[in-house]
């Protein structure tokens, strides 16, 4: 604890799994780093502790399931969101199958710190750590004494990584650490992706590695990546891309060697201009001699790739991780969510070359680069967890008492969730004015490229309709929230986070309730104007009711949600608008739109609500 960071040789345990290559990749990139400070790292296979096998079977079952029953995976996956309670008991066996090899690990190395870079292994080690503080002496000697810390190796947020005996977790985004530390109650925090140098300094060989591959000066060459197991839509993928003029498919088919015949066969047949390859040592090569990065799987490849300088293009994710990744990163603004051919053709285009778009997505990608890991375990390995934050006792009183004076009201409302049940109970949830039917209520939900966008602010001020925001998108491009603002057009609240991809709500209702309470008073900080409305993308619970009641905002449900379909890239007519009906609430995603279709969107609406004679109103004239 006392032990001084500078001179102090440190013992690192490293628990990773050879589940793909991007857990393990982390975790040699992290032993790496420590070696190269002095320290001494250990790098040992989570799945080399259950017994009988049992790690080697989970892992050739997770493959299976991506190849021939992706769904499977899909309903194991958000399983987690939904019944989050399950992961304490889960630990519990986990622990009980794997602490034994553990603590064999532990005293082999005499580690002072132990790393996880593998979600199922900080379950486990959460575990052990939690038995550490037993009040009783043989559970304590199960336990882990040492710290422990968590580098999540996903971008986008799972439960899984969150355990609330794990001393501090390291997150590669912001969001996803705020998320687990609202879980755990520890020290979450973002560091930098766990990326080797070669990729940083691949640059000055893309001459070189582009006359290797054979490529063009004015060819776009578009790597598309598939992971080391090569699952997903790749052919597809590869089909479109090589379809397109000026675009030249390169494609990494990791270990699959079925799949790289496969895609040779099918260029050769249909004459594409195509490149398949099997596996590499040397990515920090082949990405300098790309343009842009076609991935679905959300893993160690998309890090690679920003350290690298290379814009990613997020389509067709892969289940699970892949989807969740896909939706966090396109919320950040690191990479872009292509939804079908012809929009992966139009990204494709958009970032492959430079340009404002591509310039934009590598300096976020860029800021993510910030805090080293390595640093920071080694603090951890010296100076010990950081502390646990402290509930004062008048906070503690209060959360008491208001748990016991709203628990008759909870108990039906917060296990019964549903729109339909809230606006039947009728507390909370706004309805237009009485008085006045011709009003029409419009919203829209906005990507941080349409708040910005100075076509889609006229359109919103034009039809009077609100600005609907999540606050992690506001936070990220504050001065253009003041812009909306400052052209008379409302902001509301869309929550804390807005989560496309994946529609399960990932917390317990009665936390989600409560960050997204917050959210209406932190923008209205950052907005510079009065947020009246939470306008949630999710399904509410009574919880959501009684936090609008106490802090004075009003729970938006609309009656409409646009576009009911997308189908590509518009033209106008394939972006239609229903009917209006006066005193009606319509709400646009424009999450599942171009910022230039949100402006034909936006016109269409102007166009119906002129033709009936009606009128546009924000939805803070709701009640």
Known sequence: MGRQLQGTRLRVLIVSASVGAGDLGSAREL????????????????????????????????????????????????????????????SRVLSLFTRRAVARWVRQTDADVVVSSYSVATQALGDMRRRAASKWPWVRRSGLKVPVVSCVTDFGYHPFWAHRSVDLSLATNASAAARIARRTGRAAMACAPLVGPEFARATHRRPTERRRL??????????????????????????LVARSPGLVPVVACGRNTVLRQELEHLARTQGYRALALGWTDDMAGLMAACDVLVENAGGLTCFEAMGAGLPLVSFRPIPGHGKKSASAMAAAGVSCLARAGDELV??????????????????????LFDADAAEVVARVGSFGPPPLPRLRPMARLARAAYAVSTAAALVWGGLTTGVGVAAAAGAGVAHPAPGDPGIVYVGARLTPAEIADPAVQASLARLHASAVIDLATAELDPLAVQELTARDVGVESG????????ASTPTAPW?????????????????????????????????????????????????????????????????????????????????????????????????????????????????
């Open 31 to 90: 032993a790496r780093r420590l070696r190269a400070a002095g320290h001494e790292p250990t790098v040992v296979d989570y799945l080399e502790a259950p017994p009988l096998r049992i790690g080697r079977a989970l892992s050739t079952s997770y493959e299976a399931q991506l190849r021939h029953a992706p769904w499977v995976y899909e309903l194991l996956f958000n399983m987690w969101y939904w019944a989050p309670m399950l992961l304490a008991p889960v």
């Open 346 to 367: 139009e990204q494709l285009r958009r970032v492959g070359r430079p340009g404002p778009a591509r310039r934009a997505m590598l300096d976020a990608a860029a800021r």
């Open 511 to 623: 936390a989600l309730a409560q960050s997204d309470s917050a959210s209406v008073h932190a923008l209205s900080v950052l907005s510079g104007q009065p947020v009246a409305a939470l306008v949630p993308d999710r399904t509410l619970s009574a919880f959501d009711l009684v936090d609008a009641g106490s802090d004075n905002f009003k729970v938006v449900v609309p009656g409409w949600a646009l576009p009911a379909a997308t189908r590509g890239p518009y033209p106008r007519d394939e972006l239609e608008v229903p009917q209006l009906q006066g005193g009606d609430v319509y709400v646009v995603d424009g999450f599942r739109v171009t910022p230039a279709q949100l402006v034909v969107l936006l016109g269409l609406l102007g166009s119906e609500e002129a033709a009936q004679h009606l009128h546009g109103g924000p939805l803070s004239w709701l009640r």
């Open 495 to 502: 929550g804390a986070s807005y989560d496309q991809v994946q």
């Open 214 to 239: 054979g490529l063009g000066s004015e060819e776009v060459a578009v790597l598309v990546s598939s992971g080391s197991w090569g699952v997903g839509d790749v052919k597809e993928t590869m089909e």
